[in-house]
């Protein structure tokens, strides 16, 4: 068994410091723990050092020539003492070693970098919601050509778990928006004697922009993070990987429910929780301006018009596919741990929302003239 001597060093000062180097710079004495440790430490203290002395090492292989030859930054000090072949070595180490190039952006090139990949993040995520998309149309035009093999028992399923579960605390929030938005409005119209117009206000605002939006709000918060949650569950138990070995396509059995469930349940969501925010506005309106709930539901159908609730209904399906879309495609993005699952349902929920609110404000601005008298 050959022995090697421990790698040292020293530090003279006579006159210009020196590093003297002692003992076997090689790998097999380099690669004991405690050596290598005490050695790191001493390597760090001579930092920059002008002068070194390798004449006094015992041996010197590749992996020794190449610590220093790091330990320089990759540059001759000023002066090296050393034999014919410990410089051949050195030399051939810098021959070999590339150039170190001094990456270090800052915060701006940091900031740049993150930016950089949120952005890819987000185009690749716009990707797969477009293949999800496309796949539903196909998933569609297969449930159209054999509906008796359709998963109908998983569309009624999610039809009650997003609709009719959803009705009690939609019907809440909708009603309390409809107290708050009237008794504000009142503060407004009173001072100058136009206390009807509050059915303008309410009627048009709720029935048209508030209630859809507010009912998908909620349902993306309430049954977006529920899918992904389902779906994440389902990638970390490995049950999609299952699926996919038994032939079982990911968007006929899971997207296409979802999406059907949540497109039919989200217009009736929205109309409950628009008829809940009317009965809030109707109430205080009869509180606070003395408005009768009689005048308010006969002057209710003169305002608003019959093709403000077919864009309501129409917005209200779009809502309804987009959330179950989202929430699916980030649902299959989990990764198989329990932190990704987190991270994705978080995800899920608020891009569900800002998406319904986007598409909410590309209405309004397309049909900008329709439904107003």
């Known amino acids: 068994m050959q022995i090697f001597a421990p790698p040292t060093l020293a530090i003279e000062r006579a006159g210009t410091p020196c590093v003297c180097l002692r003992g076997d710079w090689v790998a097999a004495a380099l690669a004991d723990r405690p050596t290598w440790r005490h050695l790191a430490a001493r390597l760090k203290t001579t930092r920059g050092a002008p002068s070194w002395d390798l004449r006094a090492l015992g041996r010197l292989d590749h992996v020794g020539a190449q610590l220093l030859w790091h330990h320089w930054g990759g540059r001759w000090p000023e002066t090296v003492l050393t034999h014919e072949s410990q410089r051949q070595l050195l030399e051939r180490v810098a021959r070999l070693t590339p150039q170190r190039v001094d990456v270090s952006p800052g915060r701006r090139g940091e900031a740049i970098d993150h930016l950089g990949a949120r952005v890819l993040s987000a185009l690749q995520f716009l990707r797969q919601l477009v293949q999800v998309l496309g796949q539903l149309a196909l998933d569609l035009g297969r449930l159209l050509r054999a509906p008796g093999r359709g998963p109908w028992r998983d569309i009624s399923g999610h039809l009650y778990q997003m609709g009719?579960?959803?009705?009690?605390?939609?019907?809440?929030?909708?009603?309390?928006?409809?107290?708050?938005?009237?008794?504000?409005?009142?503060?407004?119209?009173?001072?100058?004697?136009?206390?009807?117009?509050?059915?303008?206000?309410?009627?048009?605002?709720?029935?048209?922009?508030?209630?859809?939006?507010?009912?998908?709000?909620?349902?993306?918060?309430?049954?977006?993070?529920?899918?992904?949650?389902?779906?994440?569950?389902?990638?970390?138990?490995?049950?999609?990987?299952?699926?996919?070995?038994?032939?079982?396509a990911h968007g006929y059995r899971l997207v296409l429910p979802r999406a059907i469930a949540l497109g039919l349940a989200m217009p009736l969501v929205s109309a409950w929780t628009t008829v809940a925010a009317l009965a809030g506005g109707i109430l205080a309106s009869d509180v606070v301006m003395h408005i009768t709930p009689g005048y308010f539901l006969q002057a209710l159908p003169l305002v608003v018009q019959g093709v403000t609730l077919l864009l309501a209904t129409a917005k209200s399906i779009v809502f309804g596919v987009l959330i179950a879309l989202i929430a699916c495609v980030w649902g299959m993005r989990v990764q198989p741990n329990t932190q990704s699952l987190g991270e994705g349902t978080t995800a899920s929920v608020v891009s569900a929302i800002t998406m319904v609110i986007l598409v909410d404000a590309l209405f309004a601005i397309v049909f900008k003239n329709v439904g107003f008298q």
């Open 164 to 248: 009719a579960m959803a009705l009690p605390i939609t019907a809440l929030v909708g009603f309390l928006i409809g107290v708050v938005l009237a008794y504000l409005m009142s503060l407004q119209l009173q001072r100058f004697g136009a206390e009807t117009f509050i059915v303008n206000i309410l009627g048009i605002s709720l029935i048209r922009e508030l209630g859809p939006m507010l009912a998908a709000i909620l349902v993306a918060g309430r049954s977006g993070s529920a899918i992904t949650a389902q779906i994440g569950v389902m990638r970390v138990t490995e049950e999609l990987d299952a699926m996919r070995v038994m032939g079982i």
